[in-house]
Every structure is written in C-alpha cells, then in structure tokens.
Nanobody, 118 residues
Framework: QIPFAEFGGGLVQPGGSLTLSCAAA???????????MGWYRQAPGKTRELVAS????????KYHDSVKGRFTISRDNTRKTISLQMNNLRSEDTALYFC????????WGQGTQVTVSS
C-alpha cells in the first residue's frame, strides 16, 4: 500500500492559488503523529527538493526561501493529513509535488502535478 497519497494539483495562472493535500495510509497512518512531515517537489530535469516542513508536537514550520510568504504548511493529526496552501504562484513553482516524512522517508507516492502557466 502506498503510504502517502497527494491531491489537489492542477493548472493555474501566475498569481493564482492552489491547496494540496496529503493523506497517510497503512503504516504511515498509524505512525503519522510520530514524524515531522514535509512537502517536496521535483521539476523536470531537477532533483527533488524540500519545499516546507512541519514538526510533530507543536507544529513548528520551515520553508524554502523561494516560497516563504507564499506557501503555508499545516497538519491534522486526527485525520493524519498535511496540506500546503500555495498563493501567488509563479511559473517556477511548476513541479510534481510529494509529501513524506522529513527524515527516514518511506516509499514515495505518485505526487500531484502543479503547473503554473498563462
């Protein structure tokens, strides 16, 4: 069973907004509250990069410099989900977005495609 399923991607114009969601399943569901979580992205021809992270417990957040002030990560430990609110999207945000643990990643899901284009 794929541990994480990502949703919410799509085609949006520059300056637009999208909200991504990630649902944990299987073993990832049962251990969700134990791990800091992250949203990652991979653009064509580039390596996967960490976009935002959120800690377990009090939920401290960190962001890649390129998305600070535009993206907001959150988590729901009851539903075992994390979300990424993305505002003021830019063409360089175009990528396949994934969620996973911040460390000790387990198998990746299929991701959700975000395309920012006019």
């Amino acid at each position: 069973q794929i541990p994480f399923a990502e949703f919410g991607g799509g085609l949006v114009q520059p300056g637009g907004s999208l909200t991504l969601s990630c649902a944990a399943a299987g073993a990832a569901f049962n251990t969700f509250t134990l791990f800091d979580m992250g949203w990652y992205r991979q653009a064509p021809g580039k390596t996967r990069e960490l976009v935002a992270s959120i800690a377990t417990g009090f939920g401290a957040t960190k962001y890649h410099d390129s998305v600070k002030g535009r993206f907001t990560i959150s988590r729901d430990n009851t539903r075992k989900t994390i979300s990424l609110q993305m505002n003021n999207l830019r063409s360089e945000d175009t990528a396949l977005y994934f969620c996973n643990r911040l460390s000790g990643q387990i198998p990746w899901g299929q991701g959700t495609q975000v395309t920012v284009s006019s």
